[in-house]
């Protein structure tokens, strides 16, 4: 598994990728991985929402915005050797594990208090069997919004958490064709469910970057 890196995702849609109809067993390496958008002359990546910047507390130096949004490239569960297992496939949004474990990607979505946008995490979910059938099958139906939410769980060790963050129960709510789900953690004094369900502050957001910016300090 090669180091964690980060840039920023996508802005949530699915418009131009295969469905998952179309996948088949990919090749190659496809380790899990953060991802945003690039950061000058640093190959990272930010969505810059404070013009001013900040002063990252963990290098003492100036970075000219603050990303908002992070995400995952793959499942907690996957590694490099499922590659070259003919029951899995890894593809941009969803994957399959030995034929019996699948999984969808999705946004987790945190209210900002005190700014315009919210913060995201690109996060995974699991979901039954019979529930990634139907979402595959509704792939691209014009009111797939209005299926009900299905119950998947939180497939994602997010960074910034005191205890981990795989397993939580969510509620996955399905969005118009081009974009991705979005997730709902089932209320609980987990700090995670906690922050999506009270929002955070942009000095939340802030302590984030820091992290992952510096996550070895």
């Known amino acids: 598994m090669s180091p964690t890196s980060w840039r920023r995702t ?23 991985r953060w991802e945003r958008a690039p950061l000058p002359g640093r190959g ?4 810059p929402v ?42 941009d949004e969803t994957c399959i594990i030995q034929a019996q ?7 987790l979505v945190i209210p ?30 014009p009111g797939r919004e209005q299926e009900p939410a299905y119950f998947g ?9 005191p ?9 996955v709510h399905t969005e118009p064709v081009g974009t991705r789900p979005h997730v709902v953690v089932e209320p609980s004094d987990h700090p995670l469910s906690v922050e999506q369900h009270n929002g955070i502050l942009v000095k939340r957001v802030q302590e984030i970057a820091e992290l992952l910016l510096h996550p070895e300090g």
């Open 153 to 161: 769980w939180l497939s994602t060790e997010l960074p910034a958490y």
């Open 112 to 141: 900002v208090l005190d700014a315009e946008d919210d913060f995201d995490w690109g996060v995974w979910v699991s979901l039954s069997r019979d529930n990634f059938r139907r979402t595959t099958d509704l792939w691209t139906t």
């Open 50 to 91: 404070i013009d001013q910047g900040f002063v990252c507390r963990g290098c003492g130096q100036r970075h000219e915005g603050l990303p908002f949004s992070y995400g995952a490239e793959a499942p907690a569960y996957w590694h490099d050797g499922l590659a070259s297992d003919e029951r899995s496939v890894l593809e």
């Open 163 to 171: 205890v981990g963050t795989l397993n939580l129960k969510t509620e």
């Open 44 to 47: 990272l990546y930010r969505r």
């Open 10 to 32: 996508s802005n949530g849609s699915d418009r131009g990728r295969r469905t998952p109809s179309d996948c088949d067993r990919t090749g190659g390496d496809r380790p899990t």
């Open 101 to 107: 474990h699948y999984f969808v990607r999705a946004r």
